[in-house]
């Protein structure tokens, strides 16, 4: 091997582990704080009081995100007696965050500026979808799709998510 690239090898076997890969189903969640949109500090998993979580990673321009959102009501009712909370993480955003959670008709507890708990997730599209047991450990991610944006899939991925939440109770 020439000088040159066993260098370059050698530095990222030594980098890459450092930089992180995704964060898969088994994994520790990492521990993020963020501001909610009354400028209040959120800190997980703190927020979660050992409750499981869903974490989902959204966008007001992500068509996807807007036909999964209005699942997370059904969902959040259905396991508001467990104790399970909602986080909706918003990230790589250009729109009114503030005004698109306002014209819901569910109070849907969000996080802004989330593109750095987003990096600590490894999620790099719209929307990341995760369930964290109450101990911490992700035991859901939604897979990628190139399906179409439609009630469908929404409705897919909210079963895969009480799944999880199923298993996490």
């Known amino acids: 091997m020439r000088p040159k690239l066993l260098m370059t090898v050698f530095v990222l076997t ?3 582990p450092a930089m992180g ?9 990492p521990s993020w704080v963020g501001r909610d949109l009354s400028g209040n500090t959120v800190e997980f998993p703190a927020i979660a009081d050992g409750a499981p979580t869903v974490l989902l990673f959204w966008a007001t321009w992500c068509p996807y995100c807007k036909a999964f959102i209005p699942q997370l009501e059904a969902i959040q009712n259905e396991y508001a007696k467990a104790n399970v909370r909602v986080l909706a993480i918003n990230f790589k955003e250009d729109g009114d965050v503030a005004a698109y959670i306002n014209g ?3 109070r849907l507890q969000t996080i ?3 593109d750095a708990i987003a990096a600590a997730y490894d999620v790099q599209f719209t929307p990341g979808i995760m369930v964290i047991n109450g101990e911490g450990t992700v035991t859901f991610r939604r897979a990628s799709t190139d399906l179409p944006p439609d009630i469908t899939l929404a409705e897919m991925w909210a079963q895969q998510v009480r799944s999880a939440l199923d298993g996490a109770l």
């Open 104 to 106: 819901l008709d569910f």
């Open 21 to 29: 890969f995704a964060v898969q189903a088994g994994d520790a969640a």
């Open 14 to 16: 030594l980098v890459m």
């Open 112 to 114: 802004v500026d989330g």
